[in-house]
C-alpha cells in the first residue's frame, strides 16, 4: 500500500482541480516489433458496458458458498481464513452512476481511491471465491478508464470514476514525477511525443497480465482473455513508449516502495530493474494470451521483445561480485541498494539457473534477507534497514512475498516457495492471535504488526490468510485450462477444502488423517469430470474422477 496516499502533498497543491477533457494521443510504441495498429483498431470492449446494478455479496449470507478449508493440524489458520473474508466483504462496492465503471469491486481498503497494484493482489485470493464476489472483474473498471494511448491511472477516485488529479500531466510537459519532484531526461533516444497523459507516478508496476493469468488459472475463462487482449497491449505498449528509456530499460520513481532507499538513486530516469522485469513478464504473459487466441505472429514478436529486455538485464542490472541484482542510475551505474526488487527477475524468468541460486542463497542469508520472517522489502545489512518494518525499510508485505514465492516456483524451488509462505501464516497467524486481525504489513524480526501498519487491511494481506492456506498449508492447486487438480498433501492431520471450485465445476477434496494400518483415505467428488493428481510422501497417484461420484483412494 502507498505510504503516500497516507501522506501526500499533492492533495493540497491540486485540490479543486477538474479534468476539463482527456487528450488523444496516437498508440505508437517505440521500437516495436510489430505495429498494434490491427490491435488498436479494435474497440475497447470494457469501454462499451455499462453496469446493472445488482445486490452486493454479504458475507453471512455468502459465507455457506465460500469453500470451507480444512486443516486440522492448526484450526487457528481457520479461524484467520474466515475472519479475512468477514473483513473482505467490507470492502466490495457498487460503481456509482457518474464513476462510469462497469463492475462491482473489492476495494483496497484505504481511501475513496481505487488502485491499480493493490486490486491486481487482490484478485488473487478472490479468485478462490468465484464468481460469488467481485474479484477479477474489479480490473474492468481500469480498463474501462484506459487513456486513448494506452495509459490507465494507477489511482482513480471511486465515486467521480476519474483519475487522481495529482497524477494528471495538466502541464502537457514531458514525462515527469510531481511526488519526486523531478523531470524524467532520455538518455540515448527522443523524447517522446506528445507528452504522455499521466506522471511517472502513475505509470509504474505493469502486472495486470499476471493478475489475469492467475484468474485464467482458476476460472479457465478464454473469452475473458479475449475481452481483455486488446487493452492489455495497450498498456504495453504505453510503457514502452514513456518508460523504456534509451537502454531498453525501464524507468520508475518509486514504483509504490514509497521510502525505499532505493528511490533517491533513480530519479530522474534511472531505470528499475522491478519494472524491467515486469515488462518481461507482461511481453511472455501477451504471447501466451496471444497463443491461447490463435495470434501466432503477434505471440512471436511479445516472445521477442521479452528475451531482448531479459537479455539487457542480465548483461547490465546483474552484479557478477555481490551477485545480486541492482537498480541502475540515468548514468547506467549500479546503484548501490539491495531491495526485494531484485527478485523480480525471478518470476520475470530473466535469471539464469547460475543467478537464480545466487538469490535463494540470498533468501537463506541471515545477513540480509534470511530473516526469522522473511521476505523483508529491504536487505537487513543495508543502511536503513529497520527491525520494526519501517514500511519499505525491511517490512513484509504480501505483494511482494507472492511475488518472490511464484518466482521460486518458476525455477523449480517448490520446497522454498512453501517454507517461505508457511512462514508467513506462522507469523501472521501468531499475530492474529495476539490482536484478532491481519495488518497491512508485518515485521521480518519478530512476529508483530510493522511499523507502521494499518490493521483490519483486507487489502492484499488477504493473499495470505487464504490463498496461502489453500495453496501451500493445504497443498491444492487448480489449473482449470487443463482440467487438473494437484495436491500437495504435507500435513498428518485431516485436510483438505469442501465446495472448491475452478473452472466450472465444484468440488469436494478430503484427505484423512492415517490409521493404524498408517494408510490414509483420500475422498473427492465432483459434479463435473477432472484430473486429480497427489502426492504424499513421495507417491505420486492419478485419479480420474468422474461427475457425480465419490471417490476413495487409499495413500
Not at 467481485?134 to 494507477?154: M, T, V, W
Amino acid at each position: 500500500m502507498s505510504h503516500k496516499r497516507r501522506f501526500n502533498p499533492v492533495n493540497d497543491y491540486m485540490k479543486g482541480f477538474l479534468i476539463k477533457h482527456r487528450v488523444i494521443i496516437a498508440a505508437v510504441a517505440v521500437g516495436a516489433v510489430v505495429c498494434a495498429q490491427e490491435i488498436c483498431a479494435q474497440p475497447n470492449y470494457f469501454k462499451t458496458v455499462t453496469y446493472t446494478p445488482s445486490p452486493l455479496p454479504v458475507f453471512r449470507e455468502t459465507k455457506e458458498k465460500l469453500p470451507p478449508p480444512i486443516f486440522d493440524e492448526n484450526s487457528l489458520y481457520v479461524q484467520m481464513y474466515w475472519k479475512t473474508w468477514e473483513l473482505g466483504f467490507r470492502n466490495f462496492h457498487e460503481p456509482t452512476p457518474k464513476s462510469g465503471f462497469p463492475s462491482q469491486f473489492i476495494d483496497a481498503a484505504f481511501n475513496q481511491n481505487i488502485f491499480l497494484w493493490d486490486t491486481c493482489f487482490l484478485t488473487m485470493f478472490c479468485n478462490y471465491a468465484h464468481p460469488s464476489v467481485p474479484g477479477i472483474g474489479s480490473l474492468d473498471n481500469f480498463y474501462a478508464k484506459q487513456h486513448d494511448d494506452g495509459e490507465i491511472c494507477r489511482e482513480i477516485n471511486r465515486t467521480s470514476g476519474i483519475d487522481f488529479e495529482g497524477w494528471i500531466n495538466r502541464e502537457r510537459r514531458n514525462l515527469f514525477s510531481r511526488w519526486g519532484k523531478f523531470s524524467v531526461t532520455y538518455k540515448g533516444r527522443e523524447v517522446p511525443q506528445p507528452p504522455p497523459v499521466l506522471t511517472l507516478d502513475s505509470l509504474n508496476h505493469p502486472i495486470l497480465a499476471w493478475a489475469e493469468k492467475e484468474s485464467i488459472r482458476i476460472t479457465g475463462s478464454r473469452e475473458r482473455i479475449k475481452r481483455v487482449f486488446e487493452p492489455l497491449v495497450r498498456y504495453y505498449r504505453a510503457f514502452q513508449r514513456y518508460i523504456r528509456q534509451g537502454n531498453g530499460l525501464y524507468m520508475t520513481d518509486w514504483a509504490s516502495m514509497d521510502n525505499s532507499p532505493r528511490n533517491d538513486f533513480i530519479k530522474g530516469g534511472g531505470t528499475a530493474v522491478d519494472t524491467s522485469s515486469q515488462m518481461v513478464l507482461f511481453g511472455n504473459q501477451l504471447a501466451e494470451f496471444a497463443d491461447l487466441l490463435g495470434k501466432k505472429k503477434e505471440a512471436d514478436a511479445f516472445r521477442k521483445e521479452a528475451a531482448e529486455t531479459s537479455s539487457l538485464i542480465r548483461e547490465k542490472m546483474w552484479d557478477p561480485d555481490k551477485e545480486f541484482f541492482y537498480d541502475l542510475t540515468l548514468d547506467g551505474e549500479r546503484t548501490p541498494i539491495k531491495t526485494i526488487a531484485g527478485y523480480w527477475v525471478l518470476l520475470a524468468g530473466a535469471a539464469t539457473r547460475e543467478q537464480a541460486d545466487a538469490l535463494v542463497a540470498e533468501l537463506n542469508n541471515p545477513k540480509t534477507f534470511g530473516r526469522p520472517h522473511r521476505v523483508p522489502t529491504l536487505a537487513a545489512d543495508q543502511a536503513g534497514y529497520n527491525k520494526y518494518g519501517g514500511y519499505w525499510r525491511g517490512s513484509v508485505w504480501a505483494p511482494t512475498e507472492t511475488m518472490v514465492i511464484r518466482g521460486l516456483e518458476r525455477y523449480g524451488k517448490h520446497d522454498l516457495a512453501r517454507e517461505i509462505a508457511m512462514e508467513h501464516l506462522k507469523h501472521i497467524g501468531t499475530v492474529f492471535e495476539k490482536t484478532g486481525t491481519v495488518w497491512e504489513n508485518y515485521s521480518a524480526e519478530m512476529s508483530v504488526q510493522g511499523r507502521p501498519s494499518k490493521p483490519d487491511f483486507v487489502g492484499w494481506t488477504g493473499i495470505g490468510p487464504i490463498l496461502y492456506l489453500f495453496e501451500f498449508a493445504i497443498g491444492i492447486k487448480a489449473d482449470a485450462v487443463e482440467n487438473r487438480i494437484v495436491w500437495n498433501v504435507t500435513s498428518p492431520q485431516r485436510v483438505g477444502i469442501e465446495k472448491f471450485w475452478f473452472g466450472d465445476k465444484t468440488v469436494d477434496l478430503v484427505c484423512e488423517a492415517a490409521g493404524e494400518n498408517g494408510k490414509r483415505t483420500l475422498k473427492v467428488s465432483s459434479n463435473k469430470p477432472f484430473t486429480l493428481v497427489v502426492h504424499w510422501k513421495g507417491n505420486r497417484t492419478r485419479i480420474e474422477v468422474p461427475a457425480g461420484k465419490e471417490i476413495s483412494q487409499q495413500l
